[in-house]
């Protein structure tokens, strides 16, 4: 059950109106800028937490690492603070929706998402990973609910709860989401470089094109483990009118060793658009449906209408 114990409190500036979701150690809020009357997401360590020291460190690393990287694709902080105890960080709120909800959405129709639709979200993804990589930064937990889409379609990379600084270095236990993680992450966390986060890439293809994930158990460390052991099945044997290009895309991304790997997010991108534009026989979707993915995010932004700010012309 969802803790909405702060809702309503004033941290500095915010005000804490709306509990959007809760992770492993921390809870986040759209909260009200009274200052600056604009909306922000507000991420506050959970009560459980505050009294651990490494908890905290991590906390204020995930603030450190997104206050070094100022990119488009970025989801951007605007404080770090601490207000009776309450360490919390406020970033830019996108109004939209995570890569997740639309990806399920497609599932839901049984259909997939269009091609020339997958490969701007996957080229925006690999910019900011590169990004990120070049500052030093390592994110860990690539997946389609840490991929944002605002209404225009543009994408954010949020979420650096488990971000790697390749300066400070980090605990090897802490452990990504095991659906996405990269076989040397899996045996190591600390273990991860800018390859295992494009391995993530990788899976999120897979699903975007196939609408199956590479690998599935009951038990996420039987997960992690075949990502380690076993060759991902092909993608063309789920979806045989796809082009031999894409797939090789997709089995290149997925490789076990990451030497085997793009060297860069821009060259997976080039790879994939090339693909693409190579052989139009894309996988098709299951049905007629048509919904685009902007289509989908003003459908649940209508559903999820933002309340107005108050004193706001």
């Known amino acids: 059950m969802m803790d909405d114990s702060l809702l309503g409190q004033q941290l500095d500036e915010y005000r804490l109106e709306a509990l959007l979701g809760q992770g ?10 009274t200052r600056l009357n604009r909306y922000a997401a507000v991420k506050v360590i959970r009560t459980s937490f505050r009294a651990d020291s490494d908890y905290v460190t991590r906390f204020e690393r995930e603030a450190q690492a997104i206050a070094k990287l100022e990119h488009p694709n970025v989801v951007r902080l605007y404080r770090y603070g601490e207000v009776q105890g309450l360490l919390y960080m406020a970033m830019h709120y996108i109004e939209g929706a995570d890569l997740g909800f639309v990806l399920a959405g497609y599932q839901a129709d049984h259909t997939l998402i269009e091609p020339e ?10 910019l900011a990973l590169d990004y990120a990589h070049s500052k030093g930064v390592i994110h860990r937990d690539v997946k389609p609910s840490n991929v944002m889409l605002d209404k225009q379609g543009r994408v954010f990379l949020t979420d650096f ?9 980090t605990r090897g236990e802490i452990f990504g989401s ?13 273990n991860a470089i800018p390859q295992s986060d494009l ?29 380690l052991t076993e060759p991902v099945r092909p993608p063309r044997e789920l979806r045989p009118e796809m082009s031999m290009e894409l797939e090789a895309v997709m089995i290149k991304a997925l490789a076990k060793e990451h030497v085997d790997r793009y060297s860069s997010g821009a060259a997976l991108a080039d790879a994939l658009e090339l693909a693409l534009r190579a052989n139009v026989k894309a996988p098709a979707s299951v049905t007629a449906s ?3 993915v902007l289509d989908r995010i003003a459908a649940h932004l209508a559903d999820h209408p933002l309340p107005p700010i108050p004193g706001a012309d």
């Open 24 to 33: 492993g150690m921390a809870s986040v809020y759209r909260a009200l800028d």
């Open 117 to 126: 639709e997958a490969a701007p979200i996957i080229r925006q993804a690999c």
């Open 161 to 169: 709860g488990l971000a790697l600084s390749v300066e400070f270095g």
């Open 178 to 190: 095991p659906h996405y993680i990269a076989p040397e992450q899996a045996i190591f966390s600390a």
């Open 199 to 227: 391995y993530a890439v990788g899976v999120i293809l897979y699903e975007m094109f196939t609408g199956q994930l590479p690998f599935e158990a009951e038990n996420p460390l039987d997960v992690a483990m075949l990502h």
């Open 290 to 292: 048509r919904r685009t």
